[in-house]
């Protein structure tokens, strides 16, 4: 997969239910974001923030919503198999700016 620069934050932002939340407030609890996991993500939905358009990834298992950047997401639909929406893979945390998401690190056979 390409490699894009990508700045890994120390701390992610994540809800009382464990969504990954788009920017840091202080009323929620924070994951290490060096932690990478495993599981399967599928295609939600997406929104426009600004001028920038952010994926959301659900967790096939848990429903946990993760955000992800369009460009994150464009690149690794060139090196990837997704089947009915869904990829199973290793994932990490990453941040723009004052946003966080996630990206595949490598996706992992079904």
């Known amino acids: 997969m390409a490699k894009r620069k990508r700045v890994h934050p120390v701390n992610v932002p994540v809800d009382i239910n464990g969504n990954v939340m788009r920017s840091l407030c202080k009323h929620h ?3 290490n974001g060096k932690d990478t996991f495993i599981t399967t993500l599928a295609l939600q939905d997406h929104y426009k923030y600004g ?12 429903g946990k919503t993760y955000p992800m950047f369009i460009g994150d997401f464009l690149d690794m639909t060139q090196y990837v198999s997704m089947r009915q929406g869904e990829i199973l893979g290793e994932w990490g945390y990453c941040k723009k700016s004052s946003f966080f998401g996630v990206y595949l690190i490598e996706e992992l056979p079904r």
């Open 29 to 31: 609890a924070l994951v």
């Open 51 to 62: 001028s920038a358009t952010r994926l959301i990834l659900v967790d096939t298992g848990s």
